[in-house]
């Protein structure tokens, strides 16, 4: 079965690996539902890299907690974490309940194409 995918749109500093490679594996850790008013100014701007991606004032989205894993199988283990947000919807947040320990496929997609946040 193949591994889930998540995609992005932009090449996120949080997406780049210690070598400066971009990141093609990544294990959900866990998913919160959270509200986008409750989160810190400094969190939001990591988390868009300050306002590459905009989002919403406010609203219900799941922030899903990943763990890097190194590109290559030899390298090291990763302790390296990231999040990303996306809208919350009851279909997402149990897909994404149901597949907390698996090893996701990153992509990166062309801008504009993809409103998955």
Do not use: W
């Amino acid at each position: 079965m193949p591994n889930p995918i998540i995609k992005f749109s932009h090449q996120y500093k949080k997406l780049l690996l210690p070598d400066g490679s971009v990141l093609t594996k990544a294990k959900l850790l866990d998913v919160l539902e959270i509200n986008l008013n409750s989160l810190s100014a400094t969190f939001l701007a990591y988390d868009t890299d300050a306002g590459l991606y905009e989002l919403p004032k406010e609203g219900t989205y799941l922030m899903l907690i990943f763990l890097k894993q190194p590109n290559d199988v030899a390298s090291s283990i990763s302790c390296d974490l990231f999040t990303t947000l996306r809208r919350s919807t009851l279909t997402k947040l149990s897909y994404y309940k149901n597949i907390i320990g698996k090893i996701f496929d990153v992509e990166l997609i062309a801008e504009g194409k993809q409103g998955n946040k």
